[in-house]
């Protein structure tokens, strides 16, 4: 959010992605708070936002947190090099609960100062660099390992993976750091993301028809399970972890895409009664989005039997030292 003060007043600049707000200052010069504007949401639906903030947050930070120990100790995919992102993916999403999110209810009651709402911004535009490039490179592994299926193991060495999570972390934290800041950086991070979110539908649509050819390959061999080469008995796990992404992939593009449209209601001449429920609307769309974080540890759960029996191994221990 972009401020100015004078004489104690503040004008927030309308182009801001996340400008529904004012800042507030005593004339002593004392802390500045981040309070709710006028058209803010009413005492119910902050309730209601607190709840659901508050929840997904602590449901997030359990599951968040399992799939991280998950991928140290078990290779619940059998792929070494998606479940380097994964975790990495899981990383980002703790920021996001453990710290974004609970600074997001003390923001939406005017309780979070607002140094530690830039920092709150901040944040939430790292982890949301760091989760679209990390399901972007997911997507392209995915699209490799079944393109290169008799020769993924030597295509991709565990170095370059390694090389990538990094770069990304390093391109999220220079470009995201600033974006809670400067116009220009929150712009290049709005645009970069948008760029990444219209990619991954089309390199999808590639990596399913080339699952298709090579299940119609494999089938045309009509050879019994014994004889099939250790790639095309590799092609039913590949299929399934494709599968799997592809359902994280949805969900984050049905959580965050309201968060990308809404903005444009104020740059396209909208009625101002238009802008007004766009403004009202604003805390719930970014409440949807937060709640992404905590989706992707019950969709490994629900589409991965190998990550439950690692989970269930996990639990089992935890319960059998207590």
Known sequence: MTTSLNNANCTVDKDSFLNFSVVSTSSCGSTLRVTRPQFGPSTSEMKALT??????SLIGFVGNL???????????LG????????????VADLLVCVLAQPMYVLFLHGLLPSHLNMIRQA???????????HLFSISI?????????????FFIPDRIIWSSIVFTWLIAIGFGAPAATFRKARH????????????????YAGTFYIVRLQHQRIKKLRLPAKKLSPSQKRFPRERKIVYMIAVVVGAFYLCIAPLIILPFFFTVGASPAVVLKAKRAFPWVNTVA???????????????????????????????KK
Not at 296 to 315: G, K, Q, T
């Open 79 to 90: 792929r070494p090099k998606a479940e380097l992102f994964i975790a990495s993916l899981a």
């Open 188 to 203: 290049v991070a709005q645009y970069f993301v948008i760029a990444i979110l219209l990619i991954i539908p089309i390199l």
């Open 51 to 56: 709840a659901i903030n508050s929840t997904a």
């Open 66 to 76: 399992l799939v991280c120990i998950v991928v140290m100790k078990f290779r619940f």
């Open 141 to 153: 592994e995915r699209f490799l390992s079944l393109f290169f299926l008799h020769r993924y193991s």
């Open 290 to 320: 937060f709640c992404n974080s905590c989706l992707n540890p019950y969709v490994y759960y629900w589409r991965s039997c190998r990550f439950r029996l690692a989970l269930e191994r996990i639990l089992q221990k935890i319960f059998e």
């Open 123 to 133: 944040i939430t535009w790292i982890s949301t660099l760091v989760s679209v490039s």
